[in-house]
């Protein structure tokens, strides 16, 4: 099971080809089982590698430490999520971007929802694992904030509306996130996430407008459904003035 | 300079009636000096103690680790917050409060502009106070958001308002102060948080709006001037809706 090729696959997946799972894989498996067997703080990277069949260096070579296990999709979704905004086109309208960007973590967790589960309920646990959670989730955030700083640069109060939008829909998406994980990965966590960052939306949905524009007394009438929601009203008014 | 009634006085002030500064300010004093001129990971406990004169066990009655000397003030700042939210009005704008709240953050900032600088450069040169400070600020976060919940309990999408709107404030207060910090703290901090927070009540000003109305079809016609702020628009949809 041994391919120093692997290491350099950032889906994990090359040693996958023989039927056997790749070793990245293997340790994480080995890793859970025994953080639920035992506890997180009773078991050893030496108690991990042993039940995975392979060495500590083979450990190390895939994660810098035991908390790295737990949180093992984190580097390449940072990644992919830094990507994706890097490939943002200059009219995409900032919020409804950075929305995007947030589910791609979502995407991660769905992915594998008993995994996810787990996870959180170690997390809970753990102190220093709830710790390492935060300093992720902090990476998203600034992700998100130094987009839409590029975004906003210029503008009257760019950094403050940057900051503040992306812990907006940090909060938004790990509230609907944790209320799905919570209820043991119960129900349609995208729909779910979907109205959060809606939500976000409509309270942030003008941060595109340029500023300082000559102010206008045209009138603009918007008709709309009482029930609608508000995050669909808002849509049409932006339309309605403009703003894509 | 032992007295053990000073250990339970919040203000640390019990032992400066004599003239000598209070071994709580003394032993941060020490630490500071050595962090600057040695290093934070290069200075031991016992160097601190040494430097101030006292003996571990003092250390350690003040602090429970040495990265508690470096944020001395938080866990009265927490409390003080705690009690602030606990003591307000039921009819109190729930923004508004929260935005008052973050602003004993500041205050504790303010108070001492010359060593919140020197510690906001400490902790961006250090990763372990990194993630400690992540960890106060999202204690402080949460402190926040449990008052929203409690304040928005039993409103349609009360936690996800709740955990977005202590999110933005957060984000709000930490963008001005943060950018004070960097000045080496030069200007007026508490006009920067004030306005940050006033772009957070303009966009969740509504957020105290009871929710769950019968839904209907009936047709809303909303009419503005055009350069209206987006936000202005909603909270006229808002009233045209009956969401006060």
């Given at each position: 099971?041994?391919?120093?090729?692997?290491?350099?696959?950032?889906d994990?997946?090359?040693?996958?080809a023989?039927g056997?799972?790749?070793m990245?894989?293997?340790l994480v498996?080995?890793?859970?089982?025994?953080?639920l067997?035992?506890?997180?703080?009773?078991?050893?990277?030496?108690?991990?590698?042993a039940?995975a069949?392979?060495?500590?260096?083979?450990?190390?070579?895939?994660?810098p430490?035991?908390e790295?296990v737990?949180?093992p999709?984190?580097?390449?979704?940072?990644?992919?999520?830094?990507?994706?905004?890097?490939a943002?086109?200059?009219?995409?309208?900032?919020?409804r971007?950075?929305?995007?960007?947030?589910?791609?973590?979502?995407?991660?967790y769905?992915?594998?929802?008993?995994?996810?589960?787990?996870?959180?309920?170690?997390?809970?646990?753990v102190?220093?694992?709830?710790?390492?959670?935060?300093?992720?989730?902090?990476?998203?955030e600034?992700?998100?904030?130094?987009?839409?700083?590029?975004?906003?640069?210029?503008?009257?109060?760019?950094?403050?509306?940057?900051?503040?939008?992306?812990?907006?829909v940090?909060a938004?998406?790990?509230?609907?996130?944790r209320?799905?994980?919570?209820?043991?990965?119960?129900?349609?966590?995208?729909a779910?996430?979907d109205?959060?960052?809606?939500?976000?939306?409509?309270?942030?949905?003008?941060a595109?407008?340029?500023?300082?524009?000559?102010?206008s007394?045209?009138?603009?009438?918007?008709?709309?459904?009482?029930?609608?929601?508000?995050?669909?009203?808002?849509?049409?008014?932006?339309?309605?003035?403009?703003?894509?």
């Amino acid at each position: 099971m041994s391919s120093s090729s692997a290491a350099t696959r950032r889906d994990g997946k090359a040693e996958a080809a023989g039927g056997k799972p790749p070793m990245r894989e293997a340790l994480v498996a080995a890793a859970f089982r025994l953080f639920l067997e035992r506890g997180y703080e009773q078991t050893t990277v030496d108690d991990i590698v042993a039940l995975a069949g392979v060495g500590r260096r083979s450990f190390f070579r895939y994660f810098p430490s035991k908390e790295d296990v737990v949180f093992p999709d984190h580097e390449r979704c940072l990644a992919d999520m830094t990507a994706f905004l890097a490939a943002s086109a200059t009219d995409d309208e900032p919020v409804r971007r950075v929305c995007d960007a947030a589910r791609l973590v979502l995407r991660m967790y769905a992915e594998n929802p008993s995994f996810s589960v787990q996870r959180y309920r170690l997390t809970r646990q753990v102190p220093g694992l709830r710790a390492y959670e935060l300093s992720v989730v902090w990476r998203y955030e600034r992700a998100l904030a130094a987009y839409l700083r590029g975004r906003f640069a210029g503008h009257r109060d760019g950094t403050l509306r940057a900051d503040v939008i992306a812990a907006a829909v940090v909060a938004a998406h790990n509230n609907a996130l944790r209320s799905w994980l919570r209820s043991d990965a119960r129900g349609d966590v995208s729909a779910a996430v979907d109205h959060a960052l809606g939500y976000v939306q409509s309270a942030f949905g003008d941060a595109a407008a340029p500023p300082g524009r000559e102010e206008s007394d045209d009138v603009m009438v918007v008709v709309s459904r009482r029930g609608a929601p508000l995050w669909r009203v808002v849509q049409e008014i932006e339309t309605a003035l403009g703003r894509p």
